[in-house]
């Protein structure tokens, strides 16, 4: 059956330093991957888009990258703040003809300053 | 929240009673969907909208009806409300497929 992870439920950093997160898939052949981050009490929001021909995506201090050989994806964030402190999600193409979204169960980011 | 509301935002009902979530954008997007995110399990899709009246099932469909009688409206109806349903709703809504989601502010349900 189809299967996301996103690494350990929790990740504590430095601030600074550069976070990395992963997402890894099973039983997927995504057109797309997509990171979000979510606030507690907030609805999640968008971040980056990758598409499966596309090996890196860069945005400020956010940087993604889709290995499709690996059926992984790793997002990073530089000079990480406290304000960077939040889950962030990773969602994969789920296929079928409607294409939806399918969502792992995210990672807790906490920038320590 | 890119013009999407969600009401109520705070619900708790009794086992049995029906319940109705409506979402609402301002937005003119296609789709809507509607997710439960519970701990441990993420967001899953339990139905999702492709044009006015035209509605599917998603992941965890069972228990939950939808409707969409205008583009700008997608609701969500509990027929008999269990506790295995207390969870916090989010509305989403996208151009297309293939494109950003934007999420609503969510409704936290509690059934008793």
């Known amino acids: 059956s189809q299967k996301i992870e996103q690494n350990s439920e929790a990740l504590n950093i430095q601030e600074g330093k550069t976070a990395t997160l992963t997402c890894n898939y099973t039983n997927y052949s995504p057109a797309y991957l997509q990171w979000y981050r979510q606030d507690p009490g907030r609805g999640p929001v968008f971040l980056l888009l990758i598409r499966e021909n596309e090996k890196e995506k860069r945005k400020e201090r956010l940087k993604v990258t889709f290995d499709t050989t690996l059926k992984q994806s790793l997002f990073h964030i530089t000079a990480s703040q406290p304000a960077d402190s939040a889950t962030y999600l990773c969602?994969?193409?789920?296929?079928?003809?409607?294409?939806?979204?399918?969502f792992g169960s995210g990672t807790q980011l906490t920038v320590l300053p | 929240d890119a013009g999407i509301t969600q009401s109520p935002r705070h619900k708790v009902t009794e086992t049995g009673t029906p319940v109705t979530l409506r979402c609402h954008q301002t937005e003119n997007h296609r789709y809507m969907y509607w997710y439960r995110q519970d701990p441990g399990h993420g967001l899953r899709l339990i139905h999702y909208?492709?044009?006015?009246?035209?509605?599917d099932k998603g992941e965890v469909s069972d228990g939950y009806s939808v409707s969409r009688s205008k583009t700008e409206d997608f609701l969500l109806t509990l027929e008999s409300a269990t506790s295995s349903q207390t969870s916090v709703y989010f509305c989403?809504?996208?151009?297309?497929?293939?494109?950003?989601?934007?999420f609503g502010p969510g409704t936290r349900l509690l059934v008793l």
């Open positions: 989403a809504i996208s151009e297309s497929t293939q494109e950003t989601q934007y």
């Open positions: 969602a994969l193409d789920g296929g079928g003809s409607a294409r939806q979204l399918t």
């Open positions: 909208s492709y044009g006015v009246k035209d509605t």
